[in-house]
């Protein structure tokens, strides 16, 4: 009994947590710019990650 009380204590608690998350996320996204939500500067952006990556490897 008591390790279906726990896990769905545990279920419950991790589902409120997520709901929060996904509060914040949407509350982050509204705050953006609206150019921002465009496909072109989500490709600049993962262009300019991709580039970077690199630049930050240690030398073997």
Known sequence: MWAAEEWWCRHVTQRELYRQ????????????????ATPEHAE???RRIAD?????????
């Open 44 to 46: 600049r952006s993962l």
């Open 21 to 36: 998350l996904d509060a914040m996320g949407r509350a982050f996204k509204a705050s953006l710019p609206e150019e921002w």
């Open 52 to 60: 970077a990556v690199p630049a930050r490897q240690p030398d073997s």
